[in-house]
């Protein structure tokens, strides 16, 4: 297998070689891997089995130590994390044997997507922290073919961690990026100019996100002219930093004014990681105090950091609703789509990275884990809806394709077998085959299977949303109404952007039904939400208050006809549960009545609700 590239060692005497050396060695690393997908999937596979022989996942279903794909792929079933839960909850309560990996489960990693209202937990092992610093090292060398001299400047990137929680058997659960962040990997990586980041790792690794972020745009702003490149994961997260600069720049002012920071930052690393940086600097105060009361926030990133060359940021899946927020704060500077990743693992990066955001695709780098693929049909165009079997019967099993054998334009869902201990597991993900580098495809990312609306990291499907609508359409019951129909939509024109739903209503006397009732109901559908959408709106304050609009009588049919003008068959037609097509909103909202939003926030803890209880 292709060796992974080194990362430049610090002692380097002229780094600009190293520079050129190691992004040739990266360029190579991926020419090789792409070229041999095929070879490289194989042994991927072979080496997963081979070291987890003894596991009892694999006894269980008798491969019997075999590691080739032809015995794999017919005793080892394709599966949900349904069906792993009994196995991960084990493992959750302190059960050390090998049960899906032979290398011990070093932590949990904590999934945007639920099971049962709660985080699913996906077991990881020391060495995949190497899997992802590897993928990670691919991103720059290859940036680095469209726009030279990002080894010359810093990046300004707003990455924070999140609470972690332990199991009741003692492993850490927390999501993906918090562990990388506090890892070895991050903290103590070499010199790089590649990693050259604005923000100390302390304010990274600061749980508080107010002094998180207040600290970061401190020094950001403070090194403004040295950024070339500004970022964060997800394009809400950066939309959020833009935000929070919006309301807090005369107190950021101050402190560069003076060269001191405010007295709300009580963290003392903090403090001693922004002092180290930031010295008294009239000038710089007076720039950004005049760049940021000047009335239009149009193209702020560009004059507040002039020479940025392009925004990190995933904008690909749901994350497209905030392209024109972005485009408006840069002035259209190219949004770059680098990498896509999930908690189970790092699949794949973006080989042409200025290219369009709609045209953004991924080519999953055959190293990191063994990928099949489950053709999908799009069944309704106007809900985006996915035809999605649930348990797969032996014909569905049988369409399940390798790597290399995908097809241009057909929509899979992606299927993968990890280090860690995954097998055949359905990550959920709709990717679309775009084209191909050398033998390894390149995909679209299409949508994540189901789900319906998603604000930041929040993913809420169709039967969360149906059992949420129903615990607070319950309470309309008392007052002789009932819930008709109902749809929702991310509403995002304000940030931050919030649940929407129309509810059609039938009712007997509306003027019996006070506003308070309403409010109630929306906050019963928060409560019922998943806690990835309560910690969005408790912790991260990344979703706003859900709203419900009351529409006239008669709308869901209105809507109806307007599903089967645009070619719906009227046997097939469901109510959808979310809209994204804007006439259809637009014909929602012209029979708004009233509308009413949630009066406080959700309760929201740290860990699975059954771990407080049992703790
Ligand atoms: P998590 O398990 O919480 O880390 O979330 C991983 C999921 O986020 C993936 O399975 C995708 O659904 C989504 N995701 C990650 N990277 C991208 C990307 N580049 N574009 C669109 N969606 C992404």
């Given at each position: 297998m292709p060796e992974a590239p080194k990362i430049l060692s610090d002692s380097a005497d002229c780094i600009d070689d190293i520079v050129v050396e190691n992004n040739n060695k990266v360029l190579k690393f991926i020419e090789d891997v792409t070229a041999d997908a095929d070879e490289v999937q194989r042994r991927v596979l072979s080496e997963i089995l081979s070291r987890s022989a003894n596991v009892e996942y694999l006894q269980r279903y008798g491969l019997n130590?075999?590691?080739?794909?032809?015995?794999?792929?017919?005793?080892?079933?394709?599966?949900?994390?349904?069906?792993?839960?009994?196995?991960?909850e084990r493992i959750a309560n302190g059960d050390t044997s090998p049960i899906l990996c032979s290398q011990p489960i070093s932590e949990f990693l904590t999934s945007s997507g639920t099971s049962a209202g709660e985080r699913k937990l996906m077991p990881t092992i020391e060495e995949e922290l190497g899997r992802r610093s590897l993928l990670y090292s691919l991103l720059m060398p290859v940036m680095s073919q469209f726009l030279p001299g990002l080894d010359k400047g810093k990046g300004m990137y707003f990455l924070f961690v999140k609470s972690e929680a332990k199991t009741?058997?003692?492993?850490?659960?927390?999501?993906?990026?918090?562990?990388?962040?506090?890892?070895?990997?991050?903290?103590?990586?070499?010199?790089?100019?590649?990693?050259?980041?604005?923000?100390?790792?302390?304010?990274?690794?600061?749980?508080?996100?107010?002094?998180?972020?207040?600290?970061?745009?401190?020094?950001?702003?403070?090194?403004?002219?040295?950024?070339?490149?500004?970022?964060?994961?997800?394009?809400?997260?950066?939309?959020?930093?833009?935000?929070?600069?919006?309301?807090?720049?005369?107190?950021?002012?101050?402190?560069?004014?003076?060269?001191t920071i405010d007295s709300k930052i009580t963290d003392p690393s903090v403090r001693e990681a922004v002092m180290k940086i930031l010295k008294p600097?009239?000038?710089?105060?007076?720039?950004?105090?005049?760049?940021?009361?000047?009335?239009?926030?149009?193209?702020?990133?560009?004059?507040?950091?002039?020479?940025?060359?392009?925004?990190?940021?995933i904008v690909t899946g749901t994350m497209s609703q905030y392209i024109p927020a972005l485009d408006y704060y840069s002035n259209a500077l190219p949004l770059v789509c680098t990498m896509y990743a999930s908690s189970?693992?790092?699949?794949?990066?973006?080989?042409?990275?200025?290219?369009?955001?709609?045209?953004?695709?991924?080519?999953?780098?055959?190293?990191?884990?063994?990928?099949?693929?489950?053709?999908?049909?799009?069944?309704?165009?106007?809900?985006?809806s996915i035809s999605e079997p649930t348990a797969l019967n032996d014909k569905e099993k049988q369409q399940l394709v390798d790597l290399?054998?995908?097809?241009?334009?057909?929509?899979?869902?992606?299927?993968?077998?990890?280090?860690?201990?995954?097998?055949?597991?359905?990550?959920?993900?709709?990717?679309?085959?775009?084209?191909?580098?050398?033998?390894?495809?390149?995909?679209?990312?299409?949508?994540?299977?189901?789900?319906?609306?998603?604000?930041?990291?929040?993913?809420?499907?169709?039967?969360?949303?149906?059992?949420?609508v129903k615990n607070a359409a319950n309470q309309l019951l008392q007052y002789e109404a009932s819930l008709v129909e109902y749809t929702g939509y991310a509403d995002t024109s304000a940030i931050p952007g919030h649940y929407v739903l129309f509810w059609e209503l039938?009712?007997?006397?509306?003027?019996?039904?006070?506003?308070?009732?309403?409010?109630?109901?929306?906050?019963?559908?928060?409560?019922?939400?998943?806690?990835?959408?309560?910690?969005?709106?408790?912790?991260?304050?990344?979703?706003?208050?859900?709203?419900?609009?009351?529409?006239?009588?008669?709308?869901?049919?209105?809507?109806?006809?307007?599903?089967?003008?645009?070619?719906?068959?009227?046997?097939?037609?469901?109510?959808?549960?979310?809209?994204?097509?804007?006439?259809?909103?637009?014909?929602?909202?012209s029979r708004v009545i009233s509308s009413y939003f949630s009066p406080k926030c959700p309760r929201w803890t740290a860990g699975h609700k059954q771990w407080c209880t049992q703790n």
């Amino acid at each position: 297998m292709p060796e992974a590239p080194k990362i430049l060692s610090d002692s380097a005497d002229c780094i600009d070689d190293i520079v050129v050396e190691n992004n040739n060695k990266v360029l190579k690393f991926i020419e090789d891997v792409t070229a041999d997908a095929d070879e490289v999937q194989r042994r991927v596979l072979s080496e997963i089995l081979s070291r987890s022989a003894n596991v009892e996942y694999l006894q269980r279903y008798g491969l019997n130590g075999c590691t080739d794909r032809e015995t794999f792929k017919k005793v080892i079933p394709v599966v949900t994390y349904e069906d792993l839960k009994p196995d991960i909850e084990r493992i959750a309560n302190g059960d050390t044997s090998p049960i899906l990996c032979s290398q011990p489960i070093s932590e949990f990693l904590t999934s945007s997507g639920t099971s049962a209202g709660e985080r699913k937990l996906m077991p990881t092992i020391e060495e995949e922290l190497g899997r992802r610093s590897l993928l990670y090292s691919l991103l720059m060398p290859v940036m680095s073919q469209f726009l030279p001299g990002l080894d010359k400047g810093k990046g300004m990137y707003f990455l924070f961690v999140k609470s972690e929680a332990k199991t009741p058997g003692g492993l850490v659960a927390r999501p993906v990026l918090t562990s990388y962040y506090k890892s070895s990997h991050f903290k103590n990586r070499p010199n790089d100019p590649y990693t050259n980041y604005t923000s100390p790792k302390e304010t990274i690794l600061c749980l508080d996100s107010y002094q998180s972020m207040y600290s970061q745009l401190l020094c950001g702003l403070f090194q403004n002219e040295d950024v070339v490149r500004v970022g964060a994961v997800f394009a809400s997260g950066f939309i959020r930093a833009i935000q929070f600069l919006e309301k807090h720049w005369s107190l950021l002012c101050k402190d560069i004014r003076t060269g001191t920071i405010d007295s709300k930052i009580t963290d003392p690393s903090v403090r001693e990681a922004v002092m180290k940086i930031l010295k008294p600097n009239p000038k710089l105060a007076d720039f950004v105090e005049a760049e940021c009361s000047k009335g239009s926030w149009k193209g702020i990133i560009t004059r507040l950091w002039p020479e940025t060359k392009y925004i990190d940021v995933i904008v690909t899946g749901t994350m497209s609703q905030y392209i024109p927020a972005l485009d408006y704060y840069s002035n259209a500077l190219p949004l770059v789509c680098t990498m896509y990743a999930s908690s189970e693992c790092y699949f794949g990066i973006n080989l042409n990275p200025l290219c369009n955001p709609s045209e953004v695709s991924y080519t999953l780098i055959p190293n990191m884990a063994y990928f099949e693929f489950l053709p999908v049909t799009r069944k309704d165009e106007l809900t985006g809806s996915i035809s999605e079997p649930t348990a797969l019967n032996d014909k569905e099993k049988q369409q399940l394709v390798d790597l290399v054998d995908v097809k241009l334009g057909q929509d899979y869902e992606l299927v993968v077998t990890t280090y860690a201990g995954l097998y055949r597991y359905r990550v959920g993900d709709i990717l679309r085959v775009s084209g191909f580098k050398n033998k390894a495809p390149q995909f679209n990312f299409i949508c994540r299977k189901n789900v319906v609306l998603s604000i930041d990291s929040d993913k809420t499907d169709e039967v969360e949303l149906q059992n949420a609508v129903k615990n607070a359409a319950n309470q309309l019951l008392q007052y002789e109404a009932s819930l008709v129909e109902y749809t929702g939509y991310a509403d995002t024109s304000a940030i931050p952007g919030h649940y929407v739903l129309f509810w059609e209503l039938s009712v007997k006397d509306s003027t019996l039904i006070a506003p308070s009732v309403f409010e109630d109901c929306c906050f019963t559908v928060e409560e019922s939400l998943n806690s990835v959408y309560r910690q969005g709106r408790v912790c991260d304050k990344s979703i706003g208050p859900l709203e419900i609009r009351v529409v006239e009588n008669g709308t869901f049919d209105m809507l109806m006809d307007f599903a089967l003008s645009q070619g719906s068959s009227i046997n097939q037609y469901k109510t959808p549960r979310c809209v994204k097509y804007a006439p259809i909103i637009e014909l929602l909202n012209s029979r708004v009545i009233s509308s009413y939003f949630s009066p406080k926030c959700p309760r929201w803890t740290a860990g699975h609700k059954q771990w407080c209880t049992q703790n």
